[in-house]
């Protein structure tokens, strides 16, 4: 079965940082395509970050420079580093992941049907 369960959300002030971390278990692929999605209050679910099995990246433009998306040697951890954290960033954050067929490169950032798998989320509040 497969499982993703994210941690290291909170509550930050603005300018802060926080490090969000997605642990993927039963999964037998390590080069998966993956992504970090995120859901405001009253909005809907968008795309964060994304990578695809070597590594690249693509990132919103809302967050570009300021975030970042990585992952284990083994696959098995996603993470993404957030810096000079905005109010606007407060969501909750989620992480997803798909096999690494037919992964464009840099992942999928905005086709959230194609991801297979996601986990719980993990809220994240900045205040001004």
């Known amino acids: 079965q497969v499982q993703l369960v994210e941690s290291g959300g909170g509550s930050v002030q603005a300018g802060g940082s926080l490090r969000l971390s997605c642990g993927v278990s039963g999964f037998p692929y390590s080069r998966a395509c993956m992504g970090w999605f995120r859901q405001g209050p009253g909005k809907e679910r968008d795309g964060v970050a994304a990578?695809?099995?070597?590594?690249?990246?693509i990132y919103a433009t809302s967050v570009r420079g300021r975030f970042t998306i990585s992952k284990d040697n083994a696959g098995n951890t996603l993470y993404l580093q957030m810096n000079s954290l905005k109010p606007e960033d407060t969501a909750m954050y989620y992480c997803?992941?798909?096999?690494?067929?037919?992964?464009?490169?840099?992942?999928?950032?905005?086709?959230?049907?194609?991801?297979?798998?996601w986990g719980q989320g993990t809220q994240v509040t900045v205040s001004s």
């Open positions: 997803a992941t798909r096999p690494p067929f037919n992964c464009p490169p840099g992942g999928y950032l905005r086709s959230q049907n194609e991801y297979s798998y």
């Open positions: 990578l695809d099995g070597d590594g690249r990246t």
